[in-house]
């Protein structure tokens, strides 16, 4: 048996980060991970570091996040990739601009500057643009990182800080008898005063057994990259309505997605669609028609979880005292997932954090809207 303070299931971004800012204040954690680090969502995603778009309830979060983005790279000990190389919101409407502009107020008043770029600027500064852009919104201090880097890299500084990190321990049997959690992974049984609830689309799973079910899906989003081509997009972008999402390496290799992939019913595999792979390139070439000629080398999906409302769970459980969620983040918790992780050791250690929870709680899914 293995006792520790905190048992941690699921190792992405939230866990991971998690695990190493309790094991800096001491205390005992184990993290178990059913495979790699990073394996699912954390690692498969686009790479986004964008405050810009979020929903105003999010935001504190968001930016929560974003302060320790910034100091990334002495928090793990490794280069991540991190840039603020600004994200760039893109409105192919009069619509999309209006809505660019409503958010936009909205951002201000929680400290963002986003800056709206009207048509004729938009040309001049980004001449590779089709006719079919109209206006963008600039967040200056978003930016992007390397999917692939960050859980790792937060998990070889949480083990480096006393964490323990066990890759390839999927979670058989959980149980909490009053007191203290049990749980069993490869034969092996931890327990715990506390158990922190990372485990992304699993974790609807896991909040259900302790009897809070939510109407969580699946989420593959569908991601391909080019062949490196001469280096010309600085920012990331976005659109108004999330069916597209581009950045460029300074490589070259240009980094997009929109629509989904599928997978079996037991999610053991997950695939790219080629009806989406196609949707998105037709958007991409019709934003940046020089794309035209570029050869995609590869496609590729992961698992998130989606909720109905497209926020996250996150907080303490309703039914089981010492019982913490942080899942479900609807293809949006890369950036957040630094951020995640520090809230849920403040409410370990604090049992408070400056990040306001009550958009996030477990509790707004009812029995009877699951019913629903």
Request: aromatic share 6%; hydrophobic share 40%.
């Amino acid at each position: 048996m293995v006792q520790a303070d905190v048992l941690i299931v699921g190792g992405g971004g939230a866990g991971c980060s998690a695990a190493l800012h309790l094991a800096q204040r001491g205390v005992r954690v184990v993290l178990l991970e059913r495979g790699l680090v990073g394996g699912q969502a954390t690692g498969v995603n686009y790479g986004g570091v964008r405050q810009q778009g979020r929903d105003p309830a999010g935001l504190p979060l968001a930016r929560k996040s974003r302060e320790i983005w910034s100091r990334i790279t002495e928090l793990t000990g490794a280069d991540v990739e991190f840039d603020p190389c600004g994200h760039l919101k893109l409105a192919r409407s009069e619509a999309d601009e209006a809505e660019l502009l409503r958010w936009n107020a909205l951002a201000e008043e929680y400290g963002l500057r986003p800056r709206m770029i009207g048509r004729n600027a938009i040309r001049e500064r980004h001449p590779y643009f089709s006719d079919v852009v109209v206006a963008g919104s600039l967040m200056e201090e978003d930016g992007s990182a390397n999917p692939r880097l960050l859980a790792p890299a937060l998990a070889r500084a949480a083990r480096a800080a006393g964490a323990e990190i066990r890759e390839h321990h999927a979670v058989t049997s959980l149980a909490h008898d009053g007191r203290q959690f049990e749980v069993v992974a490869k034969e092996t049984r931890f327990t715990a005063p506390w158990l922190l609830n990372c485990a992304g689309f699993w974790g609807g799973e896991i909040a259900a057994r302790f009897g809070e079910p939510v109407p969580i899906e699946k989420l593959h989003p569908n991601m391909l990259v080019t062949e490196p081509l001469p280096y010309f997009l600085r920012e990331s972008l976005g659109v108004v309505g999330g069916d597209l999402y581009l950045r460029q390496i300074p490589r070259g290799n240009v980094i997009f997605g929109g629509g989904r992939g599928e997978s079996d019913a037991g999610i053991t595999r997950t695939r790219p669609r080629p009806d989406a792979a196609f949707g998105a390139m037709r958007r991409a070439i019709a934003v940046i028609p020089r794309l035209a000629d570029a050869m995609v080398i590869r496609s590729w999906t992961g698992t998130d979880g989606e909720l109905p409302d497209h926020f996250p769970v996150l907080g303490p459980s309703a039914t089981t005292p010492g019982l913490l969620h942080a899942f479900g983040f609807c293809g949006e918790g890369f950036q957040t997932g630094p951020g995640v992780g520090a809230v849920l050791s403040d409410l370990v250690m604090d049992g408070a954090t400056d990040v306001p929870l009550g958009a996030f709680d477990i509790g707004r899914f009812t029995a009877a809207q699951i019913a629903v």
